[in-house]
């Protein structure tokens, strides 16, 4: 499955409705086949130096819990708005979405592996899961 088929669909949404609906159905299911039980996720415990450094890491809870308390680095971007603002995420190198516990951030990113960013994947147990078991934590006085 890949960008081709989903762009298929979404002519075919254009012109024949329910030729679209029977065409992105079938891009989904052929997705969901394909991935694996890990796919797009990443936990706590393995976000160590390494990873924490060279990760892109984006907040997708809301501007007033991200001013509130983040992972240092980390930009924000609404999970609703991730399709649209798939542009601002790299198509290399890891980018690591999360919200508080990750439900939210998991169906961002879902949506942007079918819109083919492959490189996309979600912090299982979100920020929350982060504070309290992340392999590494930046020391809070120096930054990342």
Same mark, same amino acid.
């Given at each position: 499955?890949?960008?081709?088929? $989903?762009?298929? @669909?979404?002519?075919?949404?254009?012109?024949?409705?329910?030729?679209? %609906?029977?065409?992105? &159905?079938? +891009?989904? !299911?052929?997705?969901?086949?394909?991935?694996?039980?890990?796919?797009?996720?990443?936990?706590?415990?393995? $976000?160590?130096? @390494?990873?924490?450094?060279?990760?892109?890491?984006?907040?997708?809870? %809301?501007?007033?819990? &991200?001013? +509130?308390? !983040?992972?240092?680095?980390?930009?924000?971007?609404?999970?609703?708005?991730?399709?649209?603002?798939?542009?601002?995420?790299?198509?290399?190198?890891?980018?690591?979405?999360?919200?508080?516990?990750?439900?939210?951030?998991?169906?961002?990113?879902?949506?942007?592996?079918?819109?083919?960013?492959?490189?996309?994947?979600?912090?299982?147990?979100?920020?929350?899961?982060?504070?309290?078991?992340?392999?590494?934590?930046?020391?809070?006085?120096?930054?990342?």
């Amino acid at each position: 499955m890949g960008m081709k088929r $989903l762009l298929i @669909a979404a002519a075919l949404a254009v012109s024949a409705p329910a030729l679209a %609906d029977e065409a992105l &159905f079938e +891009a989904v !299911t052929d997705y969901m086949d394909f991935a694996t039980y890990d796919a797009g996720i990443i936990v706590p415990q393995q $976000l160590d130096k @390494a990873v924490f450094e060279s990760a892109l890491f984006v907040d997708t809870r %809301d501007a007033g819990q &991200f001013k +509130a308390g !983040t992972i240092p680095g980390a930009i924000n971007i609404d999970w609703r708005e991730i399709p649209g603002r798939l542009d601002e995420l790299p198509d290399t190198g890891m980018v690591i979405l999360f919200c508080n516990t990750g439900s939210l951030s998991a169906q961002a990113v879902f949506a942007a592996r079918l819109l083919g960013k492959e490189n996309v994947l979600v912090l299982q147990t979100g920020f929350d899961g982060w504070k309290h078991n992340a392999a590494w934590l930046p020391d809070p006085n120096g930054g990342r």
